[in-house]
């Protein structure tokens, strides 16, 4: 990711901001938004918020679903890019080909700008960046550690082969910051070879909420931090199937 990969395996990137509200939320406000990312994003979609909640009965515990606020969808002509907004909350996403950082990190600020313009928050109370990759081989048997670092180690006296398994582990960064790395394997029906699931998320929320002005500052933390975290967990040998193609 720190590098312009031929075959990036990025299969969604994800940045989130949630915010500390200075007025109540209106629903006009997401045609106003709209109005100024159409050019962009002309198509759109609302959906119900649907949240579960767990109610106690004299019987026991049992599951309800509630309607929560509702969310809208900004997309692309092609639908590979969208914007989620709902209460006080906008998500930018970007789907399969990524492209580079600063094509990714142009929406991010345009929307943003749009979202701060027409809600008038306080402050950033949260900022999220996440990148999901995959990566495939196309070969039956691999050692694993030629391809990725992030995997589960085991005592040597259990054999050293993974069939199937996945990990998470939080990372304490400065900053208020947190890398959560998950790891696993990616088993489909009808696919040849192994697959991979990297999925990098990484968060800045603090005591205190962040100033407005701060989120270029924080998002380019925030994406160094993953990049750096990529490039960590991959071999030379993995390098060479973002240059060449799948092996």
Known sequence: MSKNYKFPPITEAVCEF????????????????????????PKKRQELGVKIELGQLPEGARQQVVTGPPRMKFLSEDEKSLVQITNDVISINKLKPYDKWDSFKGTILQSLSAFVEI????????????????????????????????????????????????????????????LILQSGSIREKGI?????????????????????????????????????AFEACITDKTRKLFEHGKQ
């Not at 045609?31 to 159409?38: A, F, N, P, S, V």
């Not at 199937?164 to 947190?178: A, H």
């Open 119 to 178: 809600n008038q928050p306080k402050a950033i109370r949260r900022i999220g960046t996440r990148y999901i990759n995959r990566i495939e081989i196309t070969v039956d048997h691999i050692d694993l550690d030629e391809y990725l670092l992030a995997v589960p180690g085991l005592p040597k006296e259990i054999p050293q082969v993974f069939d199937k398994w996945v990990q998470r582990v939080e990372v304490p960064f400065p900053c208020n910051g947190r």
């Open 18 to 41: 949630r915010f500390e509200p200075s007025q109540t939320w209106d629903s006009t406000f997401f045609g106003l938004i709209y109005d100024r990312l159409k050019g962009s994003f």
């Open 192 to 228: 040849e070879g192994v697959a991979f699931l990297l999925d990098l998320d990484f968060i800045i929320e603090g005591p205190e909420p962040m100033s407005l002005g701060s989120a270029e500052e924080m998002i380019e933390f925030a994406h160094h931090s993953v990049e750096d």
